[in-house]
Structure formats: C-alpha cells, structure tokens
C-alpha cells in the first residue's frame, strides 16, 4: 500500500539559511498534518491543510511557512534557521480520523 | 486544551511476557479519539491501535488491545506476548472530533514510554 512520501529524508542547513521540506500524501488523503519532533521529545503539532486551505495552526515560528498544493502535496518553508530547529519533522495524511505519518526529514542546523 | 500524560518513562518486559503501558488525559471535550503509536529505533510513527471515545468495547488488534476507562480519562496499552520487535517508545495521543471528519485535528501526544523487550 502506498505511504507518506517525504524529502528529503535528511537535511543539513547552517544557521540564517532556508530550507524547504516536501510531503506527498497518500492518495486521496485530503488532510495534511505537519509536526516538529525534537530530540528526546514528544512530536508538537504545527500546522494542518484541508483541500488546501490551512486549517489549524500550532506552535509554528513566524519564520516557517507552509501551503497544500493543487495535487494535495504540501511544503514547510523555513527561513532565517536556527540551531534550534534541528529536529524531526513528520508529516500526517488522512482522508478521516486515523493520521498515517511519512518517515520524517532530519534535518540539522550547523 | 487536552493534556496527555504518560508516567512511566521506561519499561522492561521478558520476550512472551505481557505488559501494559499507562496513559491519562485530560479533557473537557465528550467526542475524541485516543490512539497509541509506536516509534521504533527508525524513527518512524507507527499506529498500533485507535478507540472512539463513544464505543465502550475495548479496541484489540492482534497482540494489542486498550483498557479504556472514559470516567477515569485512562487508555492504557497491553502489549501480550512480547516480541523483540516491540522494543520501541510508544506514544499515547489524543484527538478531539471536530464537526467534519477532515477539518485539521491535530494529535496531542504524551511524552512516551520507553518499552524494552528482553530475550
């Protein structure tokens, strides 16, 4: 069965630059989850897109930006980074109740 | 908002051993969803089970099956006949219902529970 395609899987960026992550759903998952996993923690919900609309929105630093695009592909911008955003980051598809995650980008700040 | 908590940070259990993992929640929502997901040494989110706040039969799926006490806001994870490829962190989550079955619900997770499997 197909999966949450995410790239890419492992990101290494310095500080102050710009880094773009990809999330291709499962198909005719309508719902897109972005989350930040930091190490030793929990997963923290960022933000979410339904048929392309933004539809809820966590703890996301105003330096990150993200959209749903027309084929429901979604993409996290991220600028001005810092060594604080090294993390896991996890994107969720549904089409109802259950979230089904990608194997995540590690991305890591120098 | 809704708080997950799962107090025991590690566990160990014998290869065909059976264990259980501890979850609380707190919330003033009636219409939610409780799931718990694996993470193994991958990284990867893996959903092991999901119940529906409205069912008051206990969810299983294989190996796995869920102590759901809504009154008590406890979901906790037995995990019966251990497999070494259990060893993983195992996360309890939380999911309010919102009006539409899509409309962005986001999962609010528990710290996790570090579950080794001994051979």
């Known amino acids: 069965a197909a999966g949450v395609i995410q790239s890419p899987r492992h990101l290494i960026k310095e500080k102050r630059e710009t880094a773009t992550l990809k999330c291709y759903p499962i198909?005719?998952?309508?719902?897109v989850y972005w989350y930040q996993q930091g190490p030793g923690q929990d997963p923290q919900f960022l933000i979410s897109?339904?048929?392309?609309?933004?539809?809820d929105k966590g703890s996301i630093p105003d330096r990150f930006s993200a959209q749903q695009f027309s084929d429901y592909h979604s993409e996290l911008n991220m600028s001005s980074l810092e060594l604080g955003d090294s993390a896991l980051y996890f994107c969720?598809?549904?089409?109802?109740?259950?979230?089904?995650f990608g194997p995540g980008t590690r991305l890591t700040v120098t | 908002a809704q708080t997950v908590t799962q107090s025991q940070p590690e566990m160990s259990v014998q290869e065909a051993e059976t264990v259980t993992l501890s979850c609380t929640y707190d919330?003033?929502?009636?219409?939610?969803?409780l799931f718990w997901y694996k993470q193994p040494p991958s990284r990867q989110m893996i959903l092991v089970i999901r119940?529906?706040?409205?069912?008051?039969q206990n969810a299983t799926e294989n190996r796995f099956s869920v102590n759901f006490q809504k009154a008590a806001k406890s979901f906790s994870l037995k995990i019966s006949d251990s497999q070494l490829g259990d060893t993983a962190m195992y996360f309890c989550?939380?999911?309010?219902?919102?009006?539409?079955?899509?409309?962005?619900?986001?999962?609010?997770f528990g710290t996790g529970t570090r579950l080794a499997v001994r051979p």
């Open positions: 969720a598809s549904t089409s109802g109740y259950e979230q089904y």
């Open positions: 897109f339904y048929e392309k609309m933004q539809s």
């Open positions: 119940q529906e706040a409205y069912k008051q």
């Open positions: 198909p005719r998952h309508d719902t």
């Open positions: 989550a939380f999911m309010n219902l919102a009006p539409h079955p899509s409309s962005g619900d986001k999962l609010t």
């Open positions: 919330t003033s929502e009636n219409n939610y969803y």
